[in-house]
């Protein structure tokens, strides 16, 4: 059953009382169940294991991975086999796109700890309390989505706004309820046998799991005299590297350096690869790209001419040459020079998300009765909780993290401008600049306070996720639009989620990422390590050390990079722009790739590189291998990252515990 939708024309010439009359009669299913108990409890328990997946990927990758349509099968999926065992009725549409929306607000808020927050803990060395970190992220989410809804009567009643990946969540919704059911089980198959495959992979390659099955369960460490579990090497090089020790082989190096301590790699990491799959081959190759000329190409140089090298850190102690330092000594500066420049040349370059942000659509003059009045969230809602939570934001930014309280206050009205633009940019490519729009933050409240690193992190950090959540929401709202769901319990769902997602991923980053010292202390250097490499905290703090303390003090080879990155991220993004996007490279992506590990760009690669080729291969649509590596890629992929992101995350949690 197609889902009814307005014609061009009748979007342009209806008014929107016209439009909500008509939505009302023929899509709006008032007796549908869609909050209930049940779709409650199942999305906040998805919200908050998926929010574990997304803090993983994040501190992996830097990039937020959707769970929206991971949580829509998934729920699918569960509820269908509790028909067929006849413990419960079938999953409605609505309960499952309530589930959804759960669970991609619990996603949204997992954010901050690998951006924005964990940059302030590594710039100032201050670790928060957990309760401060909950009540702050909490805050802000539910700003978001106080924003989200009086924008949802514009962007989404009014002008029909197409939102193209909360629309293909409609579609994909739709498409199980009512369409084939035999294609709507076949990728629920896939989801889950994927997402099984990928986590007994990870457990063989996990010491953490395997010390907890071969020592603590079977007690092999007593009855075979076991010194250390056995696994699986995900780095796939080290049993190169173990025969090499024992036959006195050759190590390779690269102008006299040992590629591992340049960080490269091999490494299959079952999460990496479909992460790649998600992302596409152009942004992936872009990656790649970064990762070579830095890590096979500028550190080594670099390592040589001794403009990076080992040395003695703040606390006396000898920090020798590794991958993180490569990057925090010299490759963060021209890496977030490239991505920086080249999401602000990106954005300028469409000048009508600017204007069309601010500029309403001529509607025909009509009947001002509002039909929706009972089922919509009442505005008076937004007018009165937006000051007060607004001013509670500011006010706790003040207290928790030293930021002076009147420049907490002058972000506020950024926030609702980067907010409409976010949102506007939403609306027509499914792609927020947040990431460039939080940069304007921080160098305005930088160029406002240069004393405190947190007076430009804190205020940027809040106006980006903002407007990243009300954004993202809006996206989230358009199925529940489409398929005729109640808006106000959609409010309702989205606040749940962001409980749901505060409540399990600021215990597990502390767990995961500032575990106790020998003393009981915590420390902000153990965030980024050789296995979470915090690329997007990385930028971020990149930009607060140069507002901060200027280029002085950087090795003049630095600054030519910096210079070099500039003018090459223009050139790439300008290329994109003269051909429509064709031209194959993303200066953000390949900025990106100098932050990230080579192993996990590799990775990255692969599995874009292997999809983009079975897609190639399987261009028929019906035919077995078309139903399973185009129109299955995303639930494999989902499968892939999911399975491997909550094993990762319960091997990191067993070896601190254990």
């Known amino acids: 059953m197609a889902i009814p939708q307005l014609t061009d024309e009748q979007i342009a010439t209806w008014t929107r009382a016209e439009k909500d009359k008509w939505w009302f009669e023929n899509v709006y299913r008032g007796d549908m169940p869609q909050l209930t108990l049940r779709s409650g409890v199942t999305g906040f328990i998805l919200g908050g294991i998926l929010s574990a997946t997304g803090l993983y990927i994040g501190a992996k990758t830097g990039l937020s991975v959707g769970v929206g349509l991971t949580s829509v099968i998934l729920a699918f999926a569960l509820f269908r086999a509790l028909r067929a065992a006849g413990l419960a009725s079938d999953y409605t549409i609505l309960e499952n796109n309530c589930t959804q929306s759960i669970a991609t607000a619990s996603a949204y808020v997992v ?7 964990a940059a302030y803990m590594l710039v100032t060395g201050v670790i928060p309390a957990w309760w401060q970190l909950m009540l702050w992220i909490f805050v802000i989410a539910a700003i978001g ?36 059911g035999d294609d709507a089980v076949f990728k629920s198959r896939l989801l889950v046998v994927t997402t099984g495959a990928s986590a007994l992979y990870q457990a063989l390659v996990s010491d953490g799991w395997m010390k907890l099955i071969q020592f603590k369960l079977l007690a092999m460490d007593k009855w075979a005299g076991l010194q250390a579990p056995w696994h699986l090497h995900e780095r796939l090089d080290d049993y190169y590297y173990a025969w090499a020790a024992k036959a006195h082989a050759v190590v390779p190096t690269i102008l006299g350096t040992d590629i591992r301590q340049l960080g490269l790699r091999l490494t299959l990491d079952a999460a990496m690869l479909g992460v790649g799959g998600l992302m596409g081959i152009a942004v992936a190759t872009s990656c790649l790209l970064g990762a070579f000329v830095n890590f ?59 204007t069309s942000a601010f500029r309403r659509k001529a509607m025909p003059r009509g009947p001002t009765n509002d039909l929706l009045k009972d089922i919509e969230v009442p505005l008076w809602i937004s007018w009165v909780g937006l000051p007060v939570l607004g001013l509670l934001g500011c006010y706790i930014t003040h207290v928790f993290f030293n930021v002076p309280l009147w420049l907490a206050l002058v972000s506020l009205p950024l926030i609702f401008v980067l907010t409409l633009i976010c949102a506007n940019s939403m609306a027509l490519t499914s792609w927020a600049p947040t990431g460039s729009m939080s940069k304007i933050s921080q160098f305005t409240m930088g160029a406002l306070d240069r004393s405190n690193p947190g007076s430009n992190l804190l205020p940027a950090g809040m106006t980006a996720e903002i407007a990243a959540n009300a954004a993202s929401l809006l996206s989230d709202i358009k199925p529940g639009y489409m398929l005729g769901g109640k808006p106000r319990q959609q409010v309702i769902g989205h606040m749940l989620g962001n409980l749901a997602g505060v409540l399990v991923s600021v215990p597990l980053f502390f767990l995961l990422f500032l575990p106790p010292d020998g003393a009981g202390g915590r420390s902000a250097s153990s965030i980024v390590s050789e296995q979470f490499a915090m690329p997007a905290a990385l930028q971020w703090k990149g930009v607060a050390d140069i507002i901060a303390k200027g280029l002085k003090g950087l090795p003049t080879s630095a600054l030519v990079a910096m210079g070099v990155a500039a003018v090459a991220a223009c050139a790439i993004e300008l290329a994109r722009k003269a051909t429509r996007g064709r031209f194959p490279l993303s200066a953000v992506a390949v900025g990106l790739g100098v932050t990230l590990p080579p192993e996990s760009t590799l990775a990255m690669f692969v599995g874009a590189l292997a999809f983009w080729l079975l897609g190639r291969k399987h261009k028929t649509p019906g035919s077995a291998g078309h139903r399973i590596w185009v129109e299955g890629m995303e639930p494999i992929c989902a499968g892939l990252i999911s399975g491997a992101a909550l094993m990762g995350v319960g091997n990191a949690i067993i070896n601190v515990l254990i």
């Open 296 to 354: 096979a190409v500028l550190a080594p140089l670099m390592i040589r001419t001794g403009d990076i090298g080992p040395h003695i850190g703040a606390n006396g102690a000898f920090v020798a040459l590794s991958r993180v330092e490569i990057v925090n000594q010299w490759s963060i500066w021209w890496g977030v020079t490239m991505m920086v420049v080249g999401a602000m040349v990106s954005l300028l370059a469409k000048p009508d998300i600017f």
């Open 145 to 180: 989505v106080l924003i989200a809804f009086p924008l949802k009567r514009r962007f989404i009643n009014e002008e029909q706004a197409p939102f193209p990946e909360g629309r293909a969540c409609g579609v994909v919704l739709e498409s199980l309820y009512h369409g084939s």
């Open 111 to 117: 954010s901050p700890l690998f951006s924005s927050l």
